[in-house]
Nanobody, 124 residues
Framework: QVQLVESGGGLVQAGGSLRLSCAAS????????MGWFRQAPGKEREFVAA????????YYADSVKGRFTISRDNAKNTVYLQMTSLKPEDTAVYYC?????????????????WGQGTQVTVSS
């Protein structure tokens, strides 16, 4: 089993930045892709960004493209989400997710493990 713990959420003004981290522990000796998802109140969970095991392939939702950057440090078993130019509509609980294998997916059903989430609130 693997455990995922997110951190770095908080309250920020519109136009500001935050960096989320997701640390994996437990069974981390196998290759895995990672994704970030978010869920706003009253809305379904949606895809934000994903990264392959090697880190050479990334994919973003159109709503965050050019503002968010996903990266990973496999030596630390950690994935990051750098968020810039934040907007009030980015307010949500952000979840990281792990998918065994080397390639990313944008469908949440294809991920195997999830973190508990971290709240991001962007004030206008």
């Amino acid at each position: 089993q693997v455990q995922l713990v997110e951190s770095g959420g908080g309250l920020v003004q519109a136009g500001g930045s935050l960096r989320l981290s997701c640390a994996a522990s437990g069974r981390t000796f196998s290759n895995y892709a990672m994704g970030w998802f978010r869920q706003a109140p009253g809305k379904e969970r949606e895809f934000v960004a994903a990264i392959s095991w090697s880190g050479t392939s990334t994919y973003y939702a159109d709503s965050v493209k050019g503002r968010f950057t996903i990266s990973r440090d496999n030596a630390k078993n950690t994935v990051y989400l750098q968020m810039t130019s934040l907007k009030p509509e980015d307010t949500a609980v952000y979840y990281c997710a792990l998918r065994w294998g080397t390639s990313w997916r944008y469908n949440s059903r294809e991920y195997d493990s999830w973190g508990q989430g971290t709240q991001v609130t962007v004030s206008s």
